[in-house]
């Protein structure tokens, strides 16, 4: 076999200068049967003879050889260490030339020679991209969808070069929404469905590919497979089920998708949707849930929702899921019932309707995500709402949960958000009741860690909440507040120039509520602000310059 290889190389470059056909067409059928019995030897061998230069001169598009020339690059390629030799031997550029043909024999061989060549490379993959494959893949999709195999080549090119953000301009220029939907109808097998959707999966997360999915059909596919499959528990269906509503989530994230898809919340897609929260079905009551959360991204979508009863819908779902509960699930609720509670006028009906006692049945969680959007959803319906504020504020279980959240130095957002509610407990409720329970749970030294954050937003919220404090009880919070070195931190502020307007103007607020503690205002002037303050008058910042103004007046009188 060794010596008629050999044989079969010399002879083969002979006949790819002479170009005789039938000779050409002996050796290739020579070179298949050997790369069939021992693929890697065989490429060995061929990449020794130097045989692989002459190809890029035999594929052409005329020739009746081509196929097999392009068969052999294909089993060739199928080796890692052939591929970079393969775009040495400039075997790229006539193999995108081939894919013009009519040929299908010839279209099959070429798209494996060149998804071989290109496996695993990102920059290979780009270069075709560049060289105008996706159009010409997605016409020949079209011309071949009765052709399994060639489908089967395409959909795989497709599910390779989606992966790169590179693609989907490209992808979104061409028919091949409207391409897939039309081969995802004709599937029946779930291994061909499987295919479909991992091409799919990848271009919906453009945009412009989610929304011409959309009018293209594939909701309707996707409602369908759910409603067979809900009540089937074939590992196969269950598989397709969870790929169906996930993708269906997905194509919601798009903004005109989703809008599309709402129709004002009158829409089959919104009512079937609506009908998976209540399911038994945990796949679907996740995918409902995120749905909604998805449903719920702008204030006139949230408003109709809340009016037309899907808060009752979530808060029901929450509680089947309280006890050993699906972690997914119970994420999913609470994401949609934070995004809910962001219109104005939804936050006084949604605390009327029980929410944050329901959601509060979670404070024992264990689970980062669910304390995340549990924090979150809290924070968003106390916004400007005094009585709720007052009263999460007074309920000593959440606030010390809060503070030991605070400390949840592995989860930034845990901690984050729970220092952003304790903050807002006070900024929105101005109680002292509530300033009182967060100082005997040792909430201050937090809101004086996050005076330092490098959030502007969370300084400012954390310098607010500090100020209320001194305003109200300050007596009450005077030893925290010395003990966490916050005079030091605000003289850092005020003298630091990256400091933004809006924190110099809330740390000089502070300093002069602070002033009306002995042990506070000694710190002051033991620091010297003065200084500092008085440069700030010149401030561009007319607000900053007015309130160094005012704050130098409050120090020199009390000096």
Known sequence: MADNLSDTLKKLKI???DRTEDSLEGCLDCLLQALAQN????TEKIQGSGILQLFASLLIPQSPCTAKVANVIAEVAKNEFMRTPCVDAGLISPLVQLLHSKDQELLLQTGRALGNICYDSHSLQAQLINMGVIPTLVKLLGIHCH????????????????ELESSKEQFASTNIAEELVK???????HDKKEMVFEV?????????IKLQLVEAGLVECLLEIVQQKVDSDKEDDVAELKTASDLMVLLLLGDESMQKLFEGGKGNVFQRVLSWIPSNNHQLQLAGALAIANFARNDGNCIHMVDNGIVEKLMDLLDRHVEDGNVTVQHAALSALRNLAIPVVNKAKMLSAGVTEAV???????????????????????????EAAEQLGKNVKLVERLVEWCEAKDHAGVMGESNRLLSALIRHSKSKDVIKTIVQSGGIKHLVTMATSEHVIMQNEALVALAII??????????????????????RLLAD??????????????????????????EVQDLSFLDVVSKLRSHENKNVAQQASLTEQRLTVES
Do not use: W
Request: net charge negative; with cysteine; aromatic share 4%.
């Open 183 to 189: 081969l995802f109808k004709k599937q029946i097998e």
């Open 360 to 386: 509060l049945k979670f404070l024992k969680s264990e689970m980062p995500p669910v304390q995340f959007k549990l924090l979150g959803t809290l924070r968003m319906l106390i916004d400007a709402q005094a």
């Open 497 to 522: 120039e990256r400091s933004a307007p809006e924190i110099k103007y809330n740390s000089m607020a502070l300093i002069c509520a602070l002033i009306g503690s002995e042990s506070l205002h000694k």
């Open 39 to 42: 693929n890697l030897e065989t």
């Open 15 to 17: 006949t790819a200068i």
């Open 147 to 162: 052709n399994a195999a060639l489908t089967e080549m395409c959909l795989v090119a497709f599910g390779n070069l989606a």
């Open 470 to 491: 001194a305003a109200l009880e300050l007596g009450t919070a005077e030893k925290d507040l010395e003990s966490t070195k916050l005079v030091q931190i605000l003289h």
């Open 200 to 208: 799919l999966a990848p271009l919906a997360e453009n945009d412009a």
